[in-house]
């Protein structure tokens, strides 16, 4: 129990040096103390660790894993064995698959160094062949959330992965045809958004500020849309375009988020992430809440890092302003790899990671709930209703001494289990949910004497008082429990209110065609047909490409060098006034659609182009 809630658990899986071979609970339990506080150790028990992850061997098994009945059978996967700790085998599970690429270049100098393929196996890889591929629409699943999850069954997923540890899911390029968020489409989204996000209902209460923008990132996470005069321009110059509260005002993604709260009973909501090639957003850091990366377009380098701290609670972030950084409070990297169009990385809260775009740029949304509710808003909410009903001595003890010492825990890198999600709903019917109840009520009775041992020994009445208080708790009836539960859900019915009525506003934003209320005119398809206005000119350097517009009052516009944009304003330079053509027609090499409107769109806001 100790090796499982520790989060130094990946560095004390070998340390021979300090514990010989064969560790035991008590050797682990003195070397974790050391570990934590002095470097050296630290260091000495890694290395020891690289050297056996090294040196494993790895086996092949044709079956498919034993109880899970959806995954299709006859494909073959690898199984690692991970080094054993105190009779504790953890096994990782990945797909033997050829198309699994092995290149981590993605990661320049500045995200560290080149990582050793082995660690690749310590995360695991399932794969759907492209057959096997269904729609939303055409889903045979009986979820929503099974068919995102597709080919991991439910249980396999929200017993094994949800709150514990990162998977990655292979699937075909075309899972996400849906969600209507292509390149190609990509500026119909951006439009949208771009008449949405200022209704009242997207506003910020006391800001003023939206809640559904789009910023620019780049190397960190401070916005830097005030320095350019377009999101496209901010794009072409390499920063990453982070689209908030996306099925707010984007009918398939409302559509998506509404199956998943109906399926889990969270709300969940979605972000897009938008990274131009050879860049990256955000630095290291680490979330709250289970991500789930659903990679919709071009290919992603991740690396993930067990965490020190597992399960944060909001309060436990790091790496963004204000809060204390990431570098440094990392375990081993336990995942690097890319995901391309069509995969999912599932990403639990509180594992460190970053993320960089290579020789393709890349669209993702993150999906996650927009509240997590955890075993200690459970216990505090169960607790509460419990002191208003039973008789007053009783209720002091709960409210006076219990409560304090779990609000005090949860804070605590030791007990993860105060912070754990509450069951998914599936999980919740009443026999399965009251099981769970009792246990954790059960532990807490464990948990709470053993922390007030001094107070319960001081007087015999200490002792009564907290066992009669404990047996009221664990005596509860299954309309108690229900009430409990409800209480704590109410709790929480003003934020999960305001996520739903996002939700239903995204569901009823309809997606614009001609002769709706939203503009599509200033809306650019790769079939968009463009009239030149004005010369085109530019000049570059090696560091940048400088567009010069015909007259002095547009200003410039300064982006990033590439040899992709470079190509392009060439061509566009060799074309004369009143020279019509359509987008998709531009060349230079290697440039995707969207780099391409997003050329033309700048060029329209400045009148150098105009629609024919």
């Not at 790895?58 to 073959?76: C, I, N, V, W």
């Not at 909410?381 to 779990?406: C, E, S």
């Not at 409990?484 to 939700?503: D, E, G, K, M, P």
């Not at 547009?554 to 982006?559: E, K, L, S, V």
Request: aromatic share 8%; glycine share 6%.
């Amino acid at each position: 129990e100790f090796i499982s809630r520790s989060s130094g658990v990946s560095d004390l899986l070998a340390t021979s040096k300090l514990c010989g071979q064969e560790p035991t609970y008590k050797c682990l339990k003195e070397c974790s103390s050391v570990l934590f506080h002095r470097s050296s150790c630290f260091d000495g028990a890694r290395n020891t660790r690289l050297a056996m992850v090294k040196g494993r061997k790895s086996r092949t098994q044709d079956a498919p894993l034993a109880g899970d009945k959806s995954f299709p059978g006859g494909h073959r996967m690898v199984g690692g064995t991970v080094a054993a700790a105190a009779a504790v085998v953890v096994f990782f599970f990945v797909a033997h698959s050829p198309s699994i690429p092995t290149d981590t270049t993605a990661f320049d100098e500045t995200l560290g160094p080149k990582i050793d393929i082995e660690f690749r196996e310590s995360a695991a890889i399932w794969e759907l062949p492209t057959q096997n591929v269904s729609g939303v629409e055409d889903s045979d699943h009986t979820t929503t959330l099974a068919w995102l999850l597709q080919p991991l069954s439910l249980k396999n997923w929200s017993t094994r992965y949800w709150d514990q540890k990162p998977v990655l899911l292979r699937r075909p390029s075309t899972i996400y045809t849906s969600l209507k968020s292509s390149f190609d489409e990509l500026d119909l989204l951006l439009t949208v958004q771009q008449s949405e996000f200022r209704k009242p209902l997207l506003m910020h209460p006391t800001s003023g500020y939206s809640q559904a923008d789009c910023s620019a990132v780049r190397r960190g996470m401070d916005d830097q849309t005030p320095e350019y005069s377009s999101i496209y321009h901010a794009y072409l110059d390499g920063t990453t375009l982070v689209c908030n509260l996306v099925p707010a005002y984007w009918k398939p993604l409302a559509q998506l988020m509404d199956g998943l709260s109906r399926d889990t009973g969270f709300d969940f909501l979605a972000n897009m992430y938008l990274t131009p090639r050879n860049s990256y957003g955000f630095t290291l850091h680490t979330d709250n809440k289970d991500g789930l990366i659903m990679q919709v377009a071009g290919t992603k380098g991740w690396h993930i890092y067990e965490p020190r701290f597992r399960r944060p609670l909001r309060q436990h972030m790091l790496g963004r302003p204000h809060e204390s950084p990431a570098e440094g409070n990392t375990g081993p990297l336990v995942f690097a790899d890319s995901i391309t169009s069509g995969d999912l990385l599932h990403i639990p809260r509180g594992f460190p990671h970053r993320a960089a775009a290579s020789t393709q740029p890349s669209l993702h949304y993150t999906v996650s709930a927009a509240k997590n509710l955890e075993w200690i808003d459970f216990l505090r909410g169960y607790i509460g209703h419990f002191a208003g009903v039973v008789p007053g001595p009783a209720a002091n003890f709960l409210t006076k001494k219990v409560l304090p010492v779990v609000e005090k825990d949860a804070n605590s890198i030791e007990y993860d289990w105060l912070r754990a999600s509450l069951p998914l709903q599936y999980q919740r019917n009443d026999a399965a949910f009251h099981a769970h109840v009792a246990t954790s009520v059960q532990r807490l009775r464990r948990h709470t004497a053993k922390r007030l041992g001094g107070f319960l020994k001081k007087k015999p009445q200490n002792r009564d008082m907290h066992e009669m208080a404990f047996d009221l708790l664990q005596s509860a009836d299954a309309e108690d429990v229900s009430a409990a539960v409800r209480a704590v859900f109410h709790a929480h019915t003003l934020y999960t209110n305001y996520t739903r009525s996002l939700i239903n506003h995204g569901l009823a934003t309809e997606i614009p065609t001609t002769g709706s209320s939203v503009s599509t005119s200033a809306v650019v398809t790769p079939a968009t047909v463009v009239r030149v206005g004005a010369p085109i000119r530019f000049s570059h350097s090696k560091q940048e490409s400088q567009l010069h517009w015909p007259t002095s009052a547009t200003g410039d516009i300064r982006t990033r060098y590439s040899a992709q944009l470079h190509g392009m304003l060439e061509q566009l330079a060799q074309k004369q006034v009143g020279d019509t053509f359509a987008i998709h027609t531009l060349s230079g090499d290697g440039n995707t659609i969207f780099e391409k409107i997003c050329v033309v769109k700048i060029l329209l806001q400045r009148g150098v182009l105009a629609t024919a």
